[in-house]
């Protein structure tokens, strides 16, 4: 019953931008911190950016500041992450997780691949 819905991922050149969504059921939402995570073959889950229940506050991985915008629609369920001035090394599949004190809820993620 509870779901997270990924979409968004794709092929894209570097330099492009591309939008990810996730799109939650199942739970009370508007109660719930998320966060987008990525991972690479071989590599470790990283943390990507994070937002609270409400929006009012959100956190970058140095390595997307600048670049990656979180933001969340309660209405409609949904986080986003807008990613601009993708690199290579941004290759990997996107995760968004939900958390509320010891809740987690993982999504089944999106695949996001930057090459020329």
């Known amino acids: 019953q509870v779901q997270l819905v990924e979409s968004g991922g794709g092929l894209v050149q570097p330099g492009g931008s591309l939008r990810l969504s996730c799109v939650a059921s199942?739970?009370?939402?508007?109660?719930?911190?998320m966060t987008w995570y990525r991972q690479a073959p071989g590599k470790e889950r990283d943390l990507v950016a994070t937002?609270?229940?409400?929006?009012?506050?959100?956190n970058y991985a140095d390595s997307v500041k600048g670049r990656f915008t979180i933001s969340r629609d309660n209405a409609k369920n949904t986080v986003y992450l807008q990613m601009n001035s993708l690199k290579p090394e941004d290759t990997a599949v996107y995760y968004c997780?939900?958390?509320?004190?010891?809740?987690?809820?993982w999504g089944k993620g999106t695949l996001v691949t930057v090459s020329s």
């Open positions: 937002i609270t229940n409400t929006g009012g506050s959100t």
């Open positions: 997780r939900a958390e509320y004190i010891r809740q987690v809820y």
């Open positions: 199942g739970f009370t939402f508007s109660s719930y911190a």
